[in-house]
């Protein structure tokens, strides 16, 4: 790859990253820090002759929640391939040119919830463009705010593309200490002997 491109592009998107087919250190190494890296699981960023590289994530993580949302909000009926090409150029025009200096080909997964809600502006868009929506009529206030009706078929309500993206609230769990664990242990094998007790000495052979 390096011999025949200046800029050569390695995606390794084997996941997890134990196998991935080469790693973001081997590949900017063999190209000599020209590679365009991008892989399915994130690679720490890596220094190369006192330059630091940071490589790009390629993972569908970029697409399908917005595109998923984008269809929800405006009812598609049918999924075409111009809803996916939309949803691929929305992607691609949120990569800056301070992205590109860094290499990447992707915006940062950082910003993960406001890609997705661009692409749901975008992919819904399309739905509507291609007459397949359900959720009719079309809200009154959408790409050009970047908003939709989250309640279907109203004009009315509207919310932005990001609110409607759930937040998953995680409940706090105590720890459980070693001694727990030795506790519930034993308490498995103490039943283990009460089951094997039973059946070999009041079931009959």
């Excluded at 220094?47 to 697409?63: D, F, M, R, W």
């Excluded at 929640?65 to 939309?86: E, N, Q, T």
């Excluded at 309500?157 to 030795?182: G, H, N």
């Amino acid at each position: 790859m390096a011999s025949l491109n200046e800029k050569p592009l390695i995606l390794a998107l084997s996941n997890p990253t134990s196998q991935s087919e080469c790693t973001a250190e081997e590949a900017y190494a063999w190209t000599k820090g020209r590679a365009i890296f991008a892989s399915g699981s994130p690679f720490d960023p890596v220094e190369y002759e006192k330059k630091l590289l940071v490589p790009g994530q390629a993972n569908n993580a970029y697409i399908f929640p917005g595109f998923g949302l984008g269809l929800i909000m405006a009812g598609a009926i049918r999924v075409h391939d111009d809803m996916l090409l939309a949803a691929s150029e929305a992607l691609a025009a949120q990569v800056t040119q301070e992205n590109y200096d860094k290499g990447l080909i992707y915006p940062p997964f950082t910003n993960i919830r406001k890609i997705s809600a661009n692409i749901a502006a975008k992919v819904a868009a399309k739905v509507y463009e291609l007459g397949l929506a359900s959720n009719l009529p079309r809200p009154k206030i959408w790409l050009s705010t970047q908003r939709a009706a989250c309640t279907a078929h109203s004009t009315e309500a509207t919310v932005e593309f990001p609110s409607c993206i759930c937040i998953p609230v995680y409940r706090s769990y105590r720890s459980i200490s070693s001694v727990s664990v030795v506790a519930i242990s034993l308490i498995k094998i103490i039943d283990f002997i009460a089951l094997y007790y039973f059946f070999f000495h009041f079931l009959p052979v």
